[in-house]
């Protein structure tokens, strides 16, 4: 299929590594990276999954899937999947650290070791990939890319979601300052902020009730959730030469989800035309 709105070629023959890429968005990610032309590797804990995503999405889109378990909580693993992967394509070109764990909980209920299973995934997840494939980029005097998938909370937080929010704003954290420190040597770092799009791993787990989505969708202004081509879209070109000079960013891509919670009168949305009109009347009368 010619794709709707880059160049087929737009991401030829870079190597692309996506952790969480067997499920959700970052197998949408990988599907629409090997329609631009790239080669990627798909990493993460459930191996037969990885295979059978992997097949599918080379029978769909040809090219190249590389498929390998690997539990980023682990260094080890971790260094011993970016070697392997390192060593299959004689290099890498991008990372996107996507992988991710999180709860919903009043945080009270929350053990240390639920804690401990979303920092791991998530902050040292993403630290450890990111330390793997940057030392490598410097070592050999190699450019690279690092895209992390974070969350429209990670600059402000939010309740409920603790541990994810805690991680995500490490994330964030972590892109902001080594795009000053690896910038200078070819390493440009930047981040995706997603507003809610609809994947099993976040749904099932986030919203499963018709009632949550449905009031999570009223908080956007656009009135529905993100489709995966708009944030394949998003990733495809911060990764792609057009994007060489953005560099610690985080672009956020929610239907303005965001800016609606933060601002003071946003909840007047929901006001009727005879409340607008007696306030209108009461607003002329006190000047
Ligand atoms: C309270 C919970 C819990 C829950 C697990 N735990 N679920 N505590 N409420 N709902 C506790 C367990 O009891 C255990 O503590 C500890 O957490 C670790 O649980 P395990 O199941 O042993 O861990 P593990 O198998 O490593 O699973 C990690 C996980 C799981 C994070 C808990 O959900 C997971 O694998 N998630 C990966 C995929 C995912 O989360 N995708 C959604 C990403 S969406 P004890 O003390 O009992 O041992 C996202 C953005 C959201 O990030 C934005 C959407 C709009
Ligand atoms: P998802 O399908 O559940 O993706 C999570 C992925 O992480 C899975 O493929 C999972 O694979 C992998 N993973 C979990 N723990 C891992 C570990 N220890 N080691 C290696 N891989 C691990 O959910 P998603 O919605 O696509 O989320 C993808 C990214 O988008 C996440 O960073 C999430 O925070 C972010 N995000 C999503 C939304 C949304 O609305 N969907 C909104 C904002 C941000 P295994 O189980 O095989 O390990």
Known sequence: MTDPTFSPTLLRDRRILITGGGTGLGRAMGERFLQLGARVIIASRREALLRTAADEMMAAHGGTVLPIACDVRDPEAVERMVATAWEHFDGIDGLVNNAAGNIASPTERLSHRAVDAVLGIVLHGSLYCTLALGKRWLAANRKGRVLSIVTTYAEGGS????????????????????????????????????????????????????????????????????????????AAFLLSDAAQYINGDCITIDGGEKLKGAGQFAWMGSLTPEQWAALEASARKAT
């Open 159 to 234: 309740a409920y979601v603790v541990p994810s929010a805690a991680a995500k704003a490490g994330v964030l954290a972590m892109t902001r300052s080594l795009a000053v420190e690896w910038g200078p040597r070819g390493i440009t770092c930047n981040a995706i902020a997603p507003g809610p799009f609809p994947t099993k791993g976040a749904w099932d787990r986030l919203l499963p009730d018709p009632s949550l989505l449905d009031a999570a969708i009223d908080r956007i202004p656009l009135r529905r959730p993100g489709a995966l081509d708009e944030l394949t879209s998003l």
